[in-house]
């Protein structure tokens, strides 16, 4: 079991850039959720995608986007990058009704310039 | 809105210390309680998870409790070892399918 999988590792972006994000979750996991860590903080939820829709999102603009494909795996998407969005991006998977345990991958960490 | 809190924010001790990590969040009415450590620069390890039903789980070293009520968690980790220095987050659901809500964790570091 190859446990939760994200790519890029790294990512170095400028301002005013977009950015795609990949995630592929446990095997077995239906519903994924993306995180952003800021340096020093705890993770804060963005949004969560299950039967390929996003089912809640957390306090993040519309410049965040993301998308859940037929085998569970996502992205996520942001668009016209801020000094700000530099942070670790963490994936986390689990199963649909079935408490609520989560899993995380390794993360993203993207600097934008 | 649910808010967690870890204290302290940074703890150093010495090797093979007993040590008690705390969590506290003001909405009692969770659905489960998970604790993580992260080394710097990774990823989240799920370390502990209690169901809101239970009182206390335990992992090797690792022991965590839930008080509901008081909206309390703490983590006890016995005999540390070095091995041990991260930082350990504490998360909660407030339902099934809920995203988790983090504290800012406790930064540990464990000198042999």
């Known amino acids: 079991d190859a446990g939760v999988t994200q790519s890029p590792t790294h990512l170095i972006k400028t301002r005013g850039q977009q950015v795609t994000l990949r995630c592929s979750p446990k095997s077995g996991h239906d519903t994924v959720s993306w995180y952003q860590q800021a340096l020093g903080q705890g993770p804060q939820f963005i949004f969560q995608?299950?039967?390929?829709?996003?089912?809640q999102r957390g306090n993040f603009p519309d410049r965040f986007s993301g998308h859940q494909f037929p085998n569970y795996s996502s992205e996520l998407n942001v668009n016209a990058l801020l000094l700000g969005d530099s942070a670790l991006y963490l994936c986390a998977s689990s199963m649909r009704d079935r408490g609520n345990e989560q899993f995380f991958g390794p993360g993203t960490r993207l600097t934008v310039l | 809105k649910q808010e967690v809190t870890q204290i302290p924010a940074a703890l150093s001790v010495p090797e093979g210390e007993n040590l008690v990590l705390n969590c506290s969040f003001t909405?009692?009415?969770?659905?489960?309680l998970q604790w993580f450590r992260q080394d710097p620069g990774k990823g989240l390890t799920s370390l502990l998870l209690?169901?809101?039903?239970?009182r206390e789980q335990t992992s090797g070293r690792l022991n965590a409790s839930l008080d509901k009520s008081s909206g309390r968690s703490t983590l006890y980790i016995a005999a540390s070892q070095p091995g041990d220095s991260a930082t350990y987050l504490c998360?909660?659901?407030?339902?099934?399918?809920?995203?988790?809500?983090f504290g800012k964790g406790t930064r540990l570091s464990v000198i042999a």
């Open positions: 998360a909660v659901g407030n339902s099934g399918n809920t995203p988790l809500v």
């Open positions: 909405d009692s009415a969770i659905y489960n």
């Open positions: 995608y299950y039967e390929e829709e996003e089912r």
């Open positions: 209690i169901q809101s039903s239970q």
